[in-house]
């Protein structure tokens, strides 16, 4: 992820998304040249505390169960299901209907977990440790639900387990990401604010498996050839002939 990139997740969702996306990128730097966890917090921390008080515009106050509740992030999935992922395209109509079926799948389960969560409002009285524990439990729990209803759904385990390894980095920083948050002095014991940090963040990593699926798609060769998947009544199958 480049200054570009930034850039433009900035302008997206605005000042509370760009601190998340610049957290994404130290976290990403942290974990590709090994620093310290500890190093990384410190910096990170120093980063967004000063950014604020350059901008002078959000403070812990700012956040309240209602932004929670009303987070950027279930309207960006709605906004996807039902006006990006209809026209995407893939090399194949097979393909074209398997990756749709998989990115439904997934955001849709993204946004029912997380309405769970925060609808339940326990996240408010948590210390430290149970916050950790209970974003962990959420984000395993999710993307074990997603990946069973995609198997359930007929989608070719080949394109789940090659998602799931593209992913894999992602969702390690996110995870490593989310256990800074939860620990950081800079948030205090407001978890308001630690909760849509960490909602600004699952924002950018659900954008980035869309924008994954294509190069997924095209890594796949022969693999799916002569495959069919039914989808809403009508039978999709791959050109080509199992070897």
């Not at 850039?7 to 997206?12: L, V």
């Not at 990403?28 to 410190?42: E, P, S």
């Not at 984000?139 to 209803?149: K, V």
Request: with cysteine.
């Amino acid at each position: 992820m480049g200054i570009s990139d930034f850039i433009s997740m900035y302008e997206k969702y605005g000042l509370k998304g760009g601190i998340g996306v610049f957290v994404i990128v130290l976290v990403y730097i942290a974990h590709k040249t090994g620093l310290f966890t500890k190093l990384f917090t410190y910096a990170s921390e120093k980063f967004i505390e000063n950014f604020i008080k350059k901008k002078g515009k959000v403070i812990v106050s700012d956040v309240t169960t209602s932004d929670i509740t009303n987070h950027d992030i279930f309207n960006y999935i709605d906004f996807w299901i039902h006006s990006r992922i209809p026209i995407f395209q893939f090399s194949t109509e097979y393909r074209t209907a398997v990756f749709r079926k998989y990115l439904v799948i997934y955001l849709k389960k993204y946004k029912e977990n997380l309405l769970e969560f925060v609808n339940a409002k326990s996240y408010l009285t948590m210390d430290e440790a149970e916050l950790w524990k209970g974003l962990l439990s959420l984000i395993n729990n999710t993307i074990y639900d997603y990946e069973r209803e995609m198997a359930l759904s007929g989608i070719p385990s080949i394109i789940i387990s090659k998602m799931k390894t593209k992913n894999s980095d992602t969702i390690s920083l996110t995870i490593d990401l989310i256990e800074g948050i939860c620990n950081s002095q800079f948030y205090k014991s407001d978890n308001l604010l630690k909760i849509y940090s960490i909602l600004n963040i699952i924002l950018s990593i659900l954008e980035n498996t869309i924008q994954n699926s294509e190069h997924v798609c095209n890594s796949i060769n022969g693999s799916l050839a002569g495959m069919k998947f039914e989808d809403n009544g009508k039978t999709y199958i791959e050109p080509g002939s199992k070897s």
